[in-house]
């Protein structure tokens, strides 16, 4: 008697046990539904021009007669189930607002993926083609919405991480106090106070007119599991350079997109990682070290030592990343209305004079003539011009995209004053407009400063940190 009670005993213990699991498990698949849950997805677009598209980024474009490495656009897209942002960064010099708006438009009437919510940025690279020409532009916005669709394709549960670390070996400030006044000549009859790319190791360089940005920055993005999605890097370093006249190539940029995935363990056959380093504030950075002579190197040597120890240095970083598997997403924009700079009758009369002259006379400047024409343009095109500005916000981290060459310091400034935990600005962001000097750089001159290399009024940068400033304001208030 007393064997069965304990026999009914356990099966009753048995029976309320497996009643429980069944509860709890019924109760944990309730839970599963809510639980927030950030996606990600990258993808790549081949944006190759055509050859015989004029190679930019000089006073005298010329064809492109040869492909030294393809050019891509390569996007990143992060949802976290309450709103989803991209970024979509182009092998390019830069890229006009309108091809940047007939991507977004593409975008809208195809994917639910808000227009408004991506960052559209160029690299830089001095070895593409105009972006606006009629052969290029269309593919151009096609391919960068074809970019932005392969990306949500490709979206899956995933994991984010961010990051930074100090290379100052490959940034130097290119503009020079020197005590050569012919160094300062400017094509407006006058002379500066500073010099950009001065003759390296010169007697007369007294020293840099403003500061670099050493640090790395870094967003990287796994799949839970720790397979490497994507990372999208910043480095303020305008561009490296070196090619073969007339090839086609995306620089620096490129060839750390490639290289990164396979220093951080991303597998090549699953061909799922993407690779993206975009520019940040470096109008008045580049990679020469003006205090010593030069060393001649062999094309592309330079841009892939230096590609080389960016990637090494964001591997290392890399490392230490702490992830998240849900983060606040946020993207908050604006629009600028900005004065245009026109000549003054005295400039106006002294151009007049410079183009009277036989083209052989004996110049002030060698540009002069250059500047002739784009002052002229200045003055017959309109007084304002609006451009977009935009704060994404990823956690405690911000991206902030300005559409200008903008000077290194403006890029410290946000960082600094930001009032998230981290910062950093991707440059040449959703249009394109010349450089952005500070008030003070405008006062030293140099050709950064220059009318017609700068388009819009003096103290532009001022205006534009101010609604930045605004914008993240807004998304940190949101938290």
Known sequence: MTGLINRRQALMAAGSLCCTLM???HSQAAETPNKKVLKAGAAT???TPPLGEAIVGGFAPFPSENVHDELHARCLVLDNGETKIAFVICDNLGITEDVYDAARAFIKAETDLPPENILMAATHT?????????KYREFLSRRIADCVRRALEKVEPAQIGWGGVDEPSEVFNRRWHTTNPDFCKNPFGGVDQVRMNPPRGNAALVKPAGPIDPEISFISVQSLDGRPLALLANYSLHYVGGVKKGE????????F???IGTLIGASPEEGSFVGMLSNGTSGDINNINFSQPGKRAAAYEKMTQVADLVARRVAEAYKNIKYQTWVPLGSANAELTLQVRKPDAAMQAYFKKVLAQPEDAPQHHRYERNYAARVQTLLEGPDEVTVKLQALKIGDLTVAAIPFETFCEIGLEIKEKSPFKDAFTI???NGYYGYLPTPAQHKLGGYETWMGT?????DASDKILTVLFE???ELNSGK
């Open 23 to 25: 509860l709890l498990s």
């Open 45 to 47: 677009s081949n944006i």
């Open 126 to 134: 001095h070895s593409a083609t105009r972006a606006s020409s009629p």
């Open 248 to 255: 086609i190539s995306a620089d620096y940029f490129g060839i």
């Open 257 to 259: 997109s490639e290289k």
């Open 427 to 429: 440059e040449l962001a």
């Open 454 to 458: 700068n388009l819009v009024q003096l």
């Open 471 to 473: 914008l993240m304001g």
